[in-house]
C-alpha cells in the first residue's frame, strides 16, 4: 500500500497510513472506560493547546488600560468596520488616496475626503495609516477621524481619554484610533513609539492635506 503522510512527530518522522489505521485499530479495542478516558485526554489536550494559542496571540486591545467597557466595545466595533483595509487595494477602491503626508511615529495617510464633515461616525474614519514593511508592503496600523475646524469639538468616543488635536495647520479636529497596532502611549495617543517609517519619505506637510471645505 502507498503510504500517505499526515502529519509528522516531533522527531520529523512521517506518519504513514499504516500507523493512521493501527491507532484507529488500537482505539477501536479499547474498552468503555478506556475509550472514555482517551476523548477526555484528547479533548484535554486541545483546551491548553487553544489556551496557550489564546495567550501567545492576545487581542491587542485588551493591552489597553483606563478604558471603559463601552468605549473598548467601540473600538472593537471600529477595528471590525475597518477590518478590510488591512488590504490597501480595498482603500483604494473605496476612495481613500495618499495624501503624501508620511512621518515617523504615524505613517502613511490615506484620506478620503468625502467623509469629512460635521458627523462622527466610529465606522467610517475619514483617514486610514499605513505603515510598510522593510520590502514597501502596506499594512494598516491605526484609523483617524477627522471633523472640520469650524465644527464644534466631536463627541468622539465614550468616555474622555480620546485625544482630539484641534490643528490649525489642517484646519481638522483629529483623532488617531490605533486599533491595529499596539500603541504604548495609548490607544488614543497621536504618535506611536513603536512606527517606523523604513522607506525615506516626504516630511509631515501641512500644505499637502487637502483642504475637506
Not at 60 to 77: A, C, H, I, P
Not at 109 to 137: A, Q, R, W
Request: charged share 20%; net charge negative.
Amino acid at each position: 500500500m502507498k503510504q500517505i503522510s499526515f502529519a509528522t512527530n516531533e522527531s520529523n518522522k512521517i506518519v504513514s497510513t499504516d500507523s493512521w489505521f493501527n491507532a484507529k485499530n488500537s482505539f477501536a479495542g479499547l474498552g468503555k472506560t478506556g475509550k472514555l478516558l482517551s476523548l477526555a485526554l484528547m479533548l484535554s489536550i486541545l483546551t491548553l493547546s487553544c489556551k496557550k494559542e489564546s495567550v501567545e496571540n492576545p487581542d491587542l486591545l485588551d493591552r489597553y488600560t483606563g478604558l471603559n467597557s463601552q468605549t473598548m466595545s467601540e473600538l472593537k466595533l471600529a477595528r471590525d468596520a475597518s477590518a478590510r483595509y488591512q488590504s490597501i487595494d480595498n482603500a483604494l477602491a473605496d476612495g481613500y488616496a495618499d495624501i503624501a503626508v508620511n512621518t515617523e511615529n504615524m505613517g502613511h495617510h490615506y484620506m478620503k475626503t468625502s467623509l469629512v464633515d460635521s458627523i462622527f461616525d466610529l465606522k467610517k474614519p475619514e483617514i486610514l495609516v499605513y505603515n510598510k514593511d522593510e520590502e514597501g508592503k502596506p499594512y494598516l496600523v491605526a484609523i483617524e477621524y477627522a471633523v472640520p475646524l469650524n465644527m464644534p469639538k466631536p463627541e468622539g468616543f465614550t468616555g474622555n481619554t480620546d485625544i482630539w488635536d484641534g490643528n490649525t495647520g489642517f484646519q481638522l479636529w483629529l483623532l488617531h484610533a490605533w486599533v491595529w497596532n499596539y500603541n504604548p502611549d495609548g490607544v488614543f495617543h497621536s504618535t506611536n513609539p513603536a512606527i517606523h517609517l523604513h522607506l525615506r519619505t516626504t516630511n509631515f506637510n501641512h500644505n499637502n492635506f487637502p483642504s475637506p471645505l
